[in-house]
């Protein structure tokens, strides 16, 4: 039972150009989703989150949007950078009680220089 | 460092043997959490401490997986008889607070032969 999909293993992307990479869950319980960045042979870096109650958050280049009612979210990066080469992991968990978080399988973003 | 410290980074044991993986999370981190993560996959929950407290182990996946936390700061997840499903990257992480972001230590990759 995947209750975070991330459905594209892989994305190549244009130095310079955006990249998206997409999300979908199906546990109507989580109000808390987090994107997570992996360099290889190190451990998940926190990227950025957001709460159920918006549909935006922005830091610098990256953004994540969340639309709730398609259980769907998607973290922008703009523009793309060399350094952002990496594997990306959706999380979500509910904003209350457990704290555990839910992974997806992760996309692997290579940014073409 | 001020990060999350794991060790060993790497551990090869032979199928039977008894292991022992430690978590040092960031001074202060009232919240720990071990994660396995297979080959390709997302990081899966194990277990979830609030200092001492074992909160939740519904994800440690059989009776041989034990972890404790017994002054709240380091944590040790033990293997007994380990089998060769058993290989996998294990992650720690923590956070400061309730709710707060998760940070994850480098992992310990456990290679069962």
């Known amino acids: 039972d995947q209750q975070v999909k991330q459905n594209s293993p892989s994305l190549s992307v244009q130095e310079g150009r955006i990249s998206i990479l997409n999300c979908d869950y199906t546990?109507?319980?989580?109000?808390?989703f987090l994107w997570y960045k992996k360099y290889p042979a190190e451990g998940p870096t926190f990227l950025i989150s957001?709460?159920?109650?918006?549909d935006k958050n922005e830091d610098g280049r990256f953004t994540v949007f969340l639309n709730k009612s398609a259980k769907h979210l998607s973290l922008h990066i703009v523009p793309s950078q060399p350094g952002d080469s990496a594997v990306y992991f959706c999380?979500?968990?509910?904003?209350?009680?457990?704290?555990?978080?839910?992974f997806g399988t992760g996309t692997r973003l290579t940014i073409i220089p | 460092g001020a990060g999350v410290s794991q060790s060993p980074r790497y551990k090869v044991a032979k199928r039977g043997q008894d292991v022992a993986l430690r978590c040092d999370p960031i001074s202060g981190h009232v919240s720990l959490f071990w994660y396995q993560q297979a080959l390709g996959q997302g990081p899966e929950f194990l277990t979830y401490?609030?200092?001492?407290?074992?909160?939740?182990k519904s994800g440690l996946p059989s009776d041989r997986f034990f972890a404790e936390r017994p002054e709240g700061s380091v944590s040790t997840l033990k293997i007994q008889r380990t089998q060769q499903e058993d290989s996998a990257v294990y992650l720690c992480a923590s956070s400061l607070v309730r709710q707060g972001e998760a940070f994850f230590g480098q992992g310990t990759r456990l290679t069962v032969v």
């Open positions: 401490f609030q200092n001492e407290a074992q909160l939740d």
């Open positions: 957001i709460s159920s109650i918006k």
């Open positions: 999380a979500g968990r509910p904003d209350f009680g457990n704290e555990k978080l839910t």
């Open positions: 546990n109507s319980m989580f109000d808390y």
